[in-house]
């Protein structure tokens, strides 16, 4: 069993930054899949940004140069930086990690970007 728990949501106006963080408890981000998705009022969740072994990260078009995904393996944690935010961007975001048959979700952080 993997425990993750964000941190990191919050009101923020158009234009602006925001940093979240996920770590996680029983489970190796070093070896896993970490992931970042979200979900907006009335729309599926999706996917934002992943980073895979050997450090390949993978962006949703939507936030491509606006938004990095990191990790730190000595603390087991991944990170998203969030930069010049838009209303649209604006859901619950879920950090995600998968290792084989792994696959487990943290609880989500609510970001808000007012216009």
């Known amino acids: 069993q993997v425990r993750l728990m964000e941190s990191g949501g919050a009101l923020v106006q158009a234009g602006g930054s925001l940093r979240l963080s996920c770590a996680a408890v029983?489970?190796?981000?070093?070896?896993?899949?970490a992931g970042w998705y979200r979900q907006a009022p009335g729309k599926q969740r999706e996917l934002v940004a992943r980073?895979?072994?050997?450090?390949?990260?993978d962006y949703a078009d939507s936030v491509k140069g606006r938004f990095t995904i990191s990790r730190d393996n000595s603390e087991n944690t991944v990170s998203l930086q969030m930069n010049s935010l838009k209303p649209e961007d604006t859901a619950v975001y879920y950090c995600?990690?998968?290792?084989?048959?792994?696959?487990?979700w943290g609880q989500g952080t609510q970001v808000t970007v007012s216009s």
């Open positions: 995600n990690y998968r290792f084989g048959d792994d696959n487990f």
């Open positions: 980073i895979m072994s050997g450090d390949i990260t």
């Open positions: 029983g489970g190796r981000f070093s070896i896993a899949t």
